[in-house]
């Protein structure tokens, strides 16, 4: 297929959806903002995505990050990069199937959860970082860490979800244990219908570890703030693939 000329900004009715995105999930909302012009059916089949260099203008974000969500979408089967002369990166023939299972799927329910998950693990964060751990505590979160940063994709939900039941554990209110782990449940089943990309995974992981240095720096706004980042990260992947 032979890639045209991409329209004006004025007249594109994807400007709209290309538009800069948060710093702090840049991989994330980029990954989100393609998904959309692609759900939404802003880009036909077949069709080429602007050049990386415009797409970085338009989102606010690096090349390197353009580079990294396309290459995410490509290997979740939702583009595909042609190279030679009339080469580029193009929308799939056929989009992969959300893999929604048994998993009945609405906005409201996905923001219901995300939204509760932004009180819950926010909060714990908060409360965590306000604490004086004793040294089994502050072990308990390290461990977790360690073992969720070196997790093989398949386990990675689950040790993943103990890290943030650590965190909740840490802020000392027995009652927020359980409330925090249906939450989970339920955000896993959203997330397992969502491909895992590794971009994303090095993200929250990094994420992961500023939240934990923050617990047990007692720095309570940066506690709060990088769990906030984090789940505003996830929310961005969930409403993007499955919206």
Partial sequence: MTAGPHPSEDSDPGAALLRPVRPLNAFENTVERLLQTIR???????E????????????????DTVREAIKSLAEAGYLVSRRGRYGGTFLADELPA??????ELRRADIDDA?????????????????????AAQREALRSRLIDVRGADPADYRRLDSRLHLAIAEAAGVPSLVPLVAQNRMRLNELLDCIPLLGRNIAHSDEQHEAIVAAILAGDVD??????????????????????
């Fill in 222 to 243: 940066t506690a709060a703030q990088t769990m906030a980042a984090h789940v505003w990260g996830s929310a961005a992947l969930l409403h993007g693939f499955l919206d």
């Fill in 98 to 103: 959300p893999r929604t299972a048994d998993v």
């Fill in 48 to 63: 080429s995505l602007p050049p990386e260099r415009e797409l970085a203008t338009r989102l606010g974000v690096s090349r």
């Fill in 114 to 134: 995300l939204r509760l998950r932004e009180i819950l693990e926010v909060g714990a964060a908060r409360m965590a970082a306000e604490r004086t751990l004793d």
């Fill in 40 to 46: 939404l059916g802003v880009l036909a089949p077949g």
